[in-house]
């Protein structure tokens, strides 16, 4: 009688010691949205090919709402002036907004649909829009 009981009771320590680990592994990562501090933006924001690479992605992805140059459309701000409805235009901010979506809802985040080089750099275009901006 003792022999089963104990196997039984093996089978389902593992069975949780499994599930356990199974979750610890498949659980959603989240990293990507507070790694917004820990990337170098000053240093990633001078290399041309991240911003032809976000610039690229850009007209393809955003350029419906934003307009083909970032200036807005009757459904999205411009994104070419200093003035933003969220945060305040920082690497940082701008990058939350990309992946997680205006906090109103009228935008969705990316970060789903995206990898993060690509978010990373979608970032780095548009942050460097406001200097191309050509209204007074
Ligand atoms: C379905 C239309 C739509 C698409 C597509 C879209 N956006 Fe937006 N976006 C909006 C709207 C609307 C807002 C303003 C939300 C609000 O009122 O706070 C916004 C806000 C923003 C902001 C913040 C502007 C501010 O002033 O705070 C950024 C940055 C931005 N979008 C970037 C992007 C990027 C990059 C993409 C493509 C990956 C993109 N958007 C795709 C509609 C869109």
Redesign the pocket.
């Known amino acids: 009688m003792k022999g089963p009981y104990l196997i039984l009771l093996f089978a389902v320590g593992l069975l949780i010691t499994g599930s356990l680990l199974l979750f610890l592994i498949t659980r959603p990562n989240h990293s990507n949205v507070t790694l917004a501090t820990n990337i170098n933006w000053k240093e990633l924001s001078q290399q041309p090919n991240r911003i032809y690479s976000g610039n690229v992605?850009?007209k393809i992805?955003?350029s419906?709402?934003?307009g083909m140059n970032g200036k807005g459309s009757k459904?999205?701000?411009n994104?070419t002036d200093n003035?933003?409805?969220?945060?305040n235009g920082s690497f940082e901010s701008?990058y939350s907004?990309?992946a997680n979506g205006?906090?109103?809802g009228?935008?969705k985040g990316?970060k789903a649909k995206l990898f993060e080089k690509d978010l990373i750099n979608?970032t780095l275009y548009?942050h460097q829009l406001r200097s191309k901006n050509d209204t007074p």
């Open positions: 992605n850009f992805r955003c419906d709402c934003h459904q999205a701000p994104l003035e933003w409805l969220n945060g701008i907004i990309i205006s906090p109103n009228l935008m990316w979608l548009v």
